[in-house]
């Protein structure tokens, strides 16, 4: 829920114990907010965002708590033009509650920002707003009302997918650049290579196919999986069975032609488990800020028509460290994806080619109720 952010980002927050002595002091502070402003945002609010989760009665009971707590410290609190150390105020209350309050105070504090939030959102969408827009960045920035007006989050089984003809999936899987590496992965293994006790290559023969595929290292990698471009098509390669593991060497299974358009089955099994290895670690954290689950969510809008737009990786101001993590890993493999085919950029959007989509769907894990926990 939008509470989630609240211990995040708030490079202004106010003193706590400031705060704790306005909570209590706020019960005995009334703002009177202006009725023609009160009506508009009870008119507003049925056709809201928030219709379902709050109703004009609970909105307006909610905000009047939250104004008055913050207008106890403030005498010049404007109901339209909150300020960023009004904001700090009311955010300081609501990290005060949660790391001392009964799981009541956690769900009263709850409603009063989910308040505060439709507040806003009224007053920014009806050109309300008569702060400046930094203080409006900012408080909104810090409730998560920026959230609001987020992409929907997707699953791989709401996809619904255009037939594909056949030959043409054929021809547009065999042209991407993951077949030629495949090949040459299996040419530098020729009749096979030892590897370590793992089934995996060492750091010596790690930097040799990485040479052999044409990358240029930075730094010597501690192990195979520091680089994606050796570690994903041996994994593609092992998990296929194209190229098996027999004790302390890797042998080829036999002379697969990766490079046939004819081998439909094979060329579609390939780029889906290309995708799931490239997948493969975005549960590893907590998903909703993880790069992986960034990509998996534009790969799925790629398929309908709303695609999205590239991640930018710059932090900004209400970026923390984890999210500004998050989305360089994502802007990275978002560059991966386009230099091999697996995006194409039109109008500044990521749409996945039609005739790749089969293969790229079922390569995407599907996501479950826990996956949500924390978003």
């Known amino acids: 829920m939008m509470a989630s952010s609240k211990s995040n980002n708030r490079k202004r927050r106010a003193d706590k114990q400031k705060a704790r002595d306005q909570r209590r002091a706020s019960s005995r502070t009334e703002f009177v907010l202006n009725p023609e402003l009160e009506q508009a945002f009870i008119a507003w609010l049925p056709d809201s965002e928030f219709a379902d989760e709050l109703t004009p009665e609970q909105a307006v009971g909610g905000i009047g708590p939250v104004m008055g707590m913050i207008a106890h410290g403030n005498p010049r609190f404007s109901a339209t033009a909150w300020t960023m150390a009004d904001l700090d105020v009311f955010a300081a209350f609501l990290d005060d509650v949660e790391a001392t309050g009964s799981e009541l105070d956690v769900q009263v504090s709850d409603g009063l920002q989910l308040a505060a939030v439709a507040w806003l959102h009224f007053l920014e969408k009806t050109d309300r707003w008569t702060g400046t827009d930094e203080n409006l960045a900012y408080c909104t920035g810090v409730l998560g009302l920026d959230q609001l007006d987020g992409p929907p989050i997707r699953t791989p089984s709401m996809i619904e997918l255009d037939p594909v003809d056949p030959e043409d999936e054929g021809q547009a899987l065999a042209a991407l650049p993951l077949f030629t590496r495949l090949t040459t992965v299996l040419e ?26 044409g990358f240029e290292l930075s730094e010597r990698p501690e192990s195979m999986y520091d680089l994606s471009s050796v ?25 697969v032609d990766l490079s046939s358009a004819g081998d439909l089955q094979t ?81 500044g959007l990521l749409e996945v080619p039609l005739p790749l989509r089969p293969a790229i769907l079922a390569g995407i894990p599907d996501l479950g109720d826990d996956d949500f926990d924390d978003l």
């Open 188 to 213: 530098w293994i020729g009749d096979g290579v030892s590897v370590t006790e793992a089934g995996e290559l060492s750091v010596d023969r790690t930097v040799d196919l990485a040479t052999h595929l």
């Open 231 to 255: 570690s994903i098509p041996w994994v593609v390669l092992t998990t296929m069975g194209i190229v098996s593991i027999n004790g302390d060497r890797a042998e080829p299974t036999g002379r």
């Open 267 to 347: 060329l579609r099994k390939a780029l889906t488990a290309t995708i799931a290895a490239e997948l493969a670690d975005f549960r590893s954290t907590d998903m909703s800020m993880d790069g992986g689950f960034i990509d998996l969510q534009l790969l799925l809008a790629g398929m309908t028509d709303e695609p999205l737009s590239p991640v930018d990786p710059v932090d900004d101001e209400f970026d923390d460290q984890q999210t500004v993590v998050a989305k360089t890993f994502a802007s990275a493999l978002t560059a991966r994806f386009i230099d091999d085919g697996y995006f194409v950029v039109v109008d």
